[in-house]
């Protein structure tokens, strides 16, 4: 069974503190990975794609390591509205462009 | 914008009824997927569909049988409904894409089984 492990947390910071998240996953054969975002009891939607030269968006850096199948987000300067879990996600092993989703790292950021 | 759509936001249902979860895509993808969320076991997939009429099972595909006639519409059935399919239903669609296999999520069903 594939599985991608998160620390479920929750990382408690205040307002403009940088926060980073990482995430293993065991298919050395992924391709394709992806950070993804859930707000409390809404859908998950997808932060940004994680290349493996790495990816910045803003405040948001993603990073991959094939060697170690070690996947991180940075966050900088964290803002209120970025409290929500944050779900590493790999592609799966069927080859029909299945998804793992690892079970997220939920992140409380505070005034 | 890709948009998702799902039947209903909440449904409540007793114990042996049949339930119909309806899911549409307006993005012409091909493939398109059911998950269920539980807390503290993350996102798991039912079945998944990669093209019309065609299906496959995901991770935990017992208890739930899915249909695909049309493109843009996957619908999962629960032939029995039982409590411990008490869930949020999520539905995904995307395109088969070696280099990217994003998928995008309708807003989800929360199901309760009495």
């Known amino acids: 069974r594939k599985e991608v492990e998160q620390d479920p947390g929750p990382f408690n910071v205040p307002e403009g503190a940088t926060v980073a998240f990482n995430c293993t996953y065991s298919?050395?054969?992924?391709?394709?990975f992806f950070w993804y975002r859930q707000d409390c009891r809404k859908e998950p939607k997808l932060l940004m794609s994680?290349?493996?030269s790495g990816n910045e968006d803003g405040r948001f850096t993603a990073q991959l390591n094939r060697a170690s199948q070690y996947i991180s987000l940075l966050i900088r300067d964290s803002k209120l509205s970025d409290s929500a879990t944050y779900l590493c996600v790999v592609n799966g092993d069927s080859g029909y462009s299945t998804l793992t989703f690892g079970k997220g790292t939920m992140l409380l950021v505070s005034p | 914008d890709v948009k998702v759509t799902q039947s209903s936001r909440y449904l409540v249902k007793r114990t042996g009824e049949k339930v119909f979860l309806e899911c549409v895509q307006d993005?012409?993808?091909?493939?398109m997927f059911w998950y269920r969320q539980d807390p503290g076991l993350g996102l798991r997939l039912i079945y998944f569909?990669?093209?019309?009429?065609?299906?496959e099972k995901g991770d935990i595909p017992e208890g739930y049988s899915v249909s695909r006639e049309k493109k843009e519409r996957f619908s999962l059935i629960l032939e029995s409904a039982s409590t411990n399919q008490t869930s949020m239903y999520l539905c995904a669609s995307g395109n088969p894409d070696s280099s990217t296999d994003t998928q995008y999520f309708g807003p989800g069903t929360r199901l309760t089984v009495l």
């Open positions: 569909s990669y093209d019309v009429k065609m299906k």
């Open positions: 994680v290349y493996s």
């Open positions: 298919n050395s054969a992924s391709q394709s």
């Open positions: 993005m012409d993808h091909e493939n």
